[in-house]
């Protein structure tokens, strides 16, 4: 499973994407597509709408079942700890991280 949200999405682009998956809420793409399906469009994604933010979470073989992945400006930072993945709504440094 990948679930794809998308910022600033140009036509040609959302059309493309909604060949793969649907499109249940406007730039949100769900789709079961096999990796390399997958790599080869957000590939094609990256290579022609520079402008745009991804984040993309997909099915993975850890403890929470799935990965994030970002790509563009995101608001927000992830990071994995001990095979967690948690979402910083602030940024510390990391000096000053409690943990």
């Known amino acids: 499973m990948t679930v794809l949200v998308a910022n600033d999405t140009p036509p040609a682009i959302r059309g493309m994407l909604k060949r793969w998956f649907v499109e249940p809420k406007p730039n949100v793409f769900v789709g079961s597509v096999n990796r390399r399906t997958r790599d080869r469009v957000l590939d094609y994604v990256k290579r022609n709408a520079e402008g745009m933010s991804l984040l993309i979470l997909t099915t993975e073989p850890n403890c929470q079942g799935f990965k994030i992945q970002r790509w563009g ?23 000053k991280r409690p943990f």
């Open 73 to 95: 400006e995101p608001d927000r930072r992830d990071i994995e700890i001990s095979g967690l993945w948690l979402v910083a709504e602030e940024w510390v440094d990391e000096e």
